[in-house]
């Protein structure tokens, strides 16, 4: 039995200029930090021929690896070079879909991680996050871009480049661990009560990056400062950084915002948050608040109505947390 840990993530700026729309044009950027939530994927052999795959909602039982219908998975096996005669069960700390905290990419890391492991070898966390970019973004031609996949498979708190001939440049941010736990500590998640797909979003958020230049590109460039600020130990500065980025981003598409939200984040920033942004595509999941401590009591207390997810800062990626051997005998 194999078993991958997988941790989410959430984007503190910069997000979206990791789609192809921008970073084909100007180099993207993304300040994103791992969280303590995960998508664990378990593995182990049948002693038949049959390929079992339990995830939410379903059951799966094949034959071929051709037949499963999880897409995520199917090629994550084809990858992998998983040929028959074994099972695998999925599991999420939250629910998985539409959660905006990078749930599907995660998921498709972990399951890499996991068959790598199986067949006996151990994937270093750039293969990890390449082929898992091309399982979702080549082979099943999803909108997306690739900050998810690289920050599932990094962890910790990372500043990516996205170059525009495709390479992908990985930084670790590692200021001193005061300022991370200040960072934590201020970081508060809430969810909407919404889930949505965030392909129809990401899509076209694409097809209307040429018409905001101005708004991407200071995205951008809030990215790099919230890197700066948060090597500085400037942490205030992140989280009001997580505001401009919210208010550019909530005009770059239709549905990136709602009513609903709208009057979620104004009723925060009433109670003393003061930045705040979706943390995926929009139209639901979770949205990410920051408040300096001696405001943290009264908003929580204002949004009391809300379900907050307790976060920490994970400092890993994806990796194996069990790995036992056995023969099983045919």
Known sequence: MIISQTPLRIS???????????????????????????????IQERFDDQIHVNYARRKEVVSEVSEVQHDLAREAMLMAGLKRGFE???????????????SSSALTVGLLNAFHAYRGRQADAETLARQA????????????GRQDQYIAAYGGARFFTFHKD????????????????????????????KTRSADKLLAEQGRRAGGNRAAWDRIRELAEDSRAALLSGDVDLVGRNLDRGWRLKRDLAPGVSTPEIDAFYAKARRAGAIGGRITGAGGGGFFLLYAPELRRPRLRKAL????????????????IVLNIKRRVWK
């Not at 695998?88 to 990078?102: F, K, M, N, R, Y």
């Open 12 to 42: 503190l700026a910069g997000g979206g200029t990791d789609l192809p729309a921008f970073c084909r044009r100007r180099e993207g950027g993304v300040l994103s930090t791992a969280i303590d939530k995960y998508i664990f994927v378990i």
């Open 88 to 102: 695998v069960t999925t599991l999420a700390d939250i629910p998985s879909e539409g959660s905006g905290l990078g």
């Open 133 to 144: 970019c091309a399982i979702e973004i080549d082979i099943c031609k999803k909108p997306i």
């Open 166 to 193: 495709g390479r992908v440049g990985v930084e670790a941010v590692e200021p001193p661990d005061q300022v991370l736990r200040r960072l934590e500590s201020g970081l508060l998640l809430y969810f909407t009560n």
């Open 304 to 319: 009391a109505g809300y379900r907050e997810l307790p976060i920490q800062l994970e400092p890993d990626g994806s990796k």
